[in-house]
Nanobody, 124 residues
């Protein structure tokens, strides 16, 4: 099992920045990929960004490309999401996820482990 704990959410004005963190523990040697997803009430979970745990290569949703940066330190088992130029439509609960397989980097069903989520609210 892998345990994930997010932190860093909060309230920010449009145009501002936030940095989310996700601390992984447990069987972290089994992690192949990690990602951030977000969800708003009544909507399906949305892919935000992905990173390969070993190589650090990244992939972003078009809606956040150029504004968000995903990074990790796999010696400290920590994942981050730096969010800049935030917009009101970025308001959501953000969750980090870890997966053991190489498939489906943007597919939530392909991730085995999830954090509890952290609320990000962007005011206009």
């Amino acid at each position: 099992q892998v345990q994930l704990v997010e932190s860093g959410g909060g309230l920010v004005q449009a145009g501002g920045s936030l940095r989310l963190s996700c601390a992984a523990s447990g069987r972290t040697f089994s992690i192949a990929k990690m990602a951030w997803f977000r969800q708003t009430p009544g909507k399906e979970r949305e892919f935000v960004a992905h990173i390969w745990w070993s190589s650090g290569s990244t992939y972003y949703a078009d809606s956040v490309k150029g504004r968000f940066t995903i990074s990790r330190d796999n010696t400290k088992n920590t994942l981050w999401l730096q969010m800049n130029s935030l917009k009101p439509e970025d308001t959501a609960v953000y969750s980090c996820a870890a997966g053991s397989s190489a498939a489906g980097v943007a597919v939530s069903a392909r991730y085995n482990y999830w954090g509890q989520g952290t609320q990000v609210t962007v005011s206009s």
